[in-house]
C-alpha cells in the first residue's frame, strides 16, 4: 500500500482559509468514508482532528472541516490561527490496514 | 481517563530485533479497542506497523508483516511490538496509539519513544 498524497506545504495569512488534499485510490479513500485527520506540533504526538470523513471529536475547534470527493479527501481550516501552524497527516482505513498520508506542513504566514 | 506509555530500549544494533511495550492506565485493555503501534522516522511521516485486539486477533501492514510480532499481555494491561532484522532505516519514534472496536481512527495516542537503530 502506497502513502497517500497530500502538498508538502500549504500557507495562509492570519484569518484566511486553507485546504488541505489527501489523495488515495479506490481501495482507500475512495473505498471507504473512514478517513481522518491528525495535527502534529513539533516534538509531539499526533491529535485526531477529523474523522469518518467530516466529523470533529469533542473539545475540537469548528474551523476545522473535513470533506470527500472520489479519491480525494479535503481538510479546510478557515478563520486561520497561529496555533494551527502544525503537520497535518490524513489517514484511510483500507482492508484491515490502515495508510497515512505524506503529511502538510501549514504555515501561518 | 485512559493514558498510553511507549517503553524500550533506545538503541538497537543492526540486524537485531526492536522490542518495545505500551502500558495502558486508566483502563483495561480487555475494553473494546484495537490497540496500535505508528512509527516516524525522523522528519518524515507517519507509518502505521499494525494492530491487535485483546483477543489476541491481529492485523500488520504488508510492507511490514515479515518482520511484525505485536502481542498482548492481559495480566500487565499491556501490549508490545517486536520486529526483527532492523536496519538504519527503522530508526524513528514509535507511538502507540488505540482505536475504538468498529471506528476507524486512532482517538488515543501515547508521547512516543525514539528508537535508533546503529552499531
Known amino acids: 500500500q502506497s502513502a497517500l498524497t497530500q502538498p508538502a506545504s500549504v500557507s495562509g495569512s492570519p484569518g484566511q482559509s486553507i485546504t488541505i488534499s489527501c489523495t488515495g485510490t479506490?481501495?482507500?479513500?475512495?473505498?471507504?468514508?473512514?478517513v481522518s485527520w491528525y495535527q502534529q506540533h513539533p516534538g509531539k504526538a499526533p491529535k485526531l482532528m477529523i474523522y469518518?470523513?467530516?466529523n470533529r471529536p469533542s473539545g475540537v475547534s469548528n474551523r476545522f472541516s473535513g470533506s470527500k470527493s472520489g479519491n480525494t479527501a479535503s481538510l479546510t481550516i478557515s478563520g486561520l490561527q497561529a496555533e494551527d501552524e502544525a503537520d497535518y497527516y490524513c489517514?484511510?482505513?483500507?482492508?484491515?490496514?490502515?495508510?497515512f498520508g505524506t503529511g502538510t506542513k501549514v504555515t501561518v504566514l | 481517563q485512559v493514558q498510553l506509555q511507549e517503553s524500550g530500549p533506545g538503541l538497537v544494533k543492526p540486524s537485531g530485533t526492536l522490542s518495545l511495550t505500551c502500558a495502558v492506565s486508566g483502563g483495561s485493555i480487555s475494553s473494546s479497542n484495537w490497540w496500535s503501534w505508528v512509527r516516524q522516522p525522523p522528519g518524515k511521516g507517519l507509518e502505521w506497523i499494525g494492530e491487535i485486539y485483546h483477543s489476541g486477533s491481529t492485523n500488520y501492514n504488508p510492507s511490514l508483516k515479515s518482520r511484525v510480532t505485536i502481542s498482548v499481555d492481559k495480566s500487565k494491561n499491556q501490549f508490545s511490538l517486536k520486529l526483527s532484522s532492523v536496519t538504519a532505516a527503522d530508526t524513528a519514534v514509535y507511538y502507540c496509539?488505540?482505536?475504538?472496536?468498529?471506528?476507524?481512527?486512532?482517538?488515543?495516542w501515547g508521547r512516543g519513544t525514539l528508537v535508533t537503530v546503529s552499531s
Open positions: 489517514s484511510s482505513y483500507t482492508s484491515s490496514s490502515y495508510v
Open positions: 496509539a488505540s482505536a475504538v472496536i468498529r471506528y476507524w481512527y486512532f482517538d488515543l
Open positions: 479506490s481501495s482507500d479513500v475512495g473505498g471507504y468514508n473512514y
Open positions: 469518518d470523513v467530516s
